[in-house]
């Protein structure tokens, strides 16, 4: 190991916001999942951690249909949400890592070396959700979309949505709890009456879906068209021969879900 | 930084940043947690922190600080095996014994949870869990069978010499 990081502990959501500052240097370690494992292999050495833990950044509230997630709250902590948010908490690892790794770090997680990871990022775009986060320029609150090309160097605090009026999730089955889910697709009806659609797994960061939104009436049409939405690669996980051919049939399945539940 | 060990309150000067697995096997010397693929994803590490399974490997050692950590050290001993101790040796659940002290401290939670011998629940419970000796259907026994309530008479089915390596080797 080489130098032991110096460790920041903040005790409250404005210190760790202040010890963050601008990110520069700065490694957020949130549930560890992700982060520690880096360490361990040397892949990533950090000069600052700051740890999140004492921060008082988790736990889910609510203020009408208004809900609003901390960034340390557990993925294990989301599994009986409504879907799609539920169902895709309870699709990420086994219920030990689940119990460990954090919203803001599945917001936040760059790149794996074999697969795209932030399975809840696909959910949380559905949901049309908002980001409160810290970095340069101060706290910002933005929609997830705007936030997602550039959270590697933002402090998430919390994220918000409102309640649908009814949700779905369709993934392709994992072989093993620990495998990332090489394709998943999340609805959501609005209680305007809009259909919002995104997927992960079709890029390295979860992907809103507007051409299949457009056509949400016609499932086999909405489900070709998402194709135009996405810009496919292979990687350890699945080709983007096989993205291509699957796509489809989890967006009609999502929506089918969701006519359902409607 | 003090760390409360199975009960017993011990000073550790490892970084804060460590993993706590590396904390209870070098500078500790508690060995039953086991560095297998140390990125959470064979469940061989996993320890009890405040009663919950966790993954030692993905813990940084600071976090656990004033947490009551269990090992399966402290859930038995060689003298006095804990009941999922007894039922792994009556099912023959353990072979090469390196994922065991992680199957059993998990097991171990999910019985305290109320879990029952419902076979599909022990295995959502333990799906984290990897026996590369596929040992998977003995473990489930041992599980369940500890959730029903069984008890064993080890004479029967145990060797009757060295039972000190039960519950996983060093």
């Given at each position: ?161 409102e309640e649908p009026a009814a949700g ?69 996980l699945a080709s983007a021969w096989y ?20 | ?156 089915t145990a060797p009757s010499h060295d ?8």
């Open positions: 190991m080489t130098a032991a990081p110096e460790v920041l502990l903040p005790a409250s959501a404005d210190e760790a916001v202040s010890l963050f500052g601008d990110g520069t240097s700065v490694t957020v370690v949130g549930g560890g999942t992700i982060v520690m494992p880096e360490i361990t292999y040397g892949r990533l050495t950090p000069t600052k951690a700051l740890l999140l833990h004492r921060a008082g950044l988790d736990g889910v509230s609510r203020s009408g249909s208004t809900v609003t997630v901390g960034a340390t709250t557990t993925v294990a902590a989301l599994v009986g949400e409504a879907a799609p948010l539920g169902p895709c908490a309870a699709n990420v690892a086994d219920l030990e890592i689940r119990a460990q790794g954090t919203v803001g770090g599945n917001l936040c997680a760059g790149e794996g070396p074999e697969a795209p990871r932030g399975d809840l990022q696909g959910a949380l775009l559905a949901l049309g959700a908002t980001v409160r986060s810290a970095g340069a320029g101060g706290i910002t609150t933005e929609p997830l979309e705007e936030f997602l090309p550039k959270r590697s160097s933002r402090l998430v605090l919390d994220v918000s949505f779905a999730f369709a993934a392709l089955d994992r072989p093993h709890a620990h495998t990332y889910t090489a394709l998943a697709v999340s609805a959501v009806r609005t209680k305007e009456g809009a259909v919002r659609l995104a997927a992960t797994g079709v890029g390295w960061w979860g992907t809103r879906l507007p051409s299949a939104e457009a056509l949400a009436g016609d499932h086999e049409a909405a489900g070709k068209a998402a194709l135009n939405d996405v810009n496919l690669h292979d990687d350890a993205r291509e051919r699957t796509l489809p049939v989890l967006v009609r399945r999502a929506l089918a879900q969701l006519e359902e539940a409607s | 930084m003090n760390l409360t060990v199975n009960g017993v309150e011990r000073e550790v000067e490892s970084a804060p940043l460590t993993p706590l697995l590396f904390v209870l096997r070098d500078e500790l010397e508690i060995e039953s947690p086991k560095a297998g693929c140390q990125q959470g994803g064979c469940g061989a590490c996993t320890v009890l922190v405040d009663g919950e399974p966790r993954r030692s490997c993905l813990t940084p050692v600071v976090t656990v600080e004033g947490s009551q950590i269990t090992t399966v050290e402290g859930l038995g001993s060689a003298e006095s095996l804990a009941p999922l101790q007894e039922a792994f040796t009556h099912h023959y659940a353990a072979q090469c014994g390196f994922c065991t002290t992680g199957m059993i401290v998990a097991a171990h939670a999910y019985i305290e949870h109320g879990g029952g011998e419902d076979r599909e629940q022990i295995q959502h419970a333990l799906g984290g869990h990897v026996c590369r000796c596929t040992g998977y259907v003995k473990i489930v026994d041992a599980i369940a069978a500890v959730a029903r309530g069984d008890s064993f008479d080890l004479t029967l039972m000190t390596n039960v519950g996983g080797a060093k």
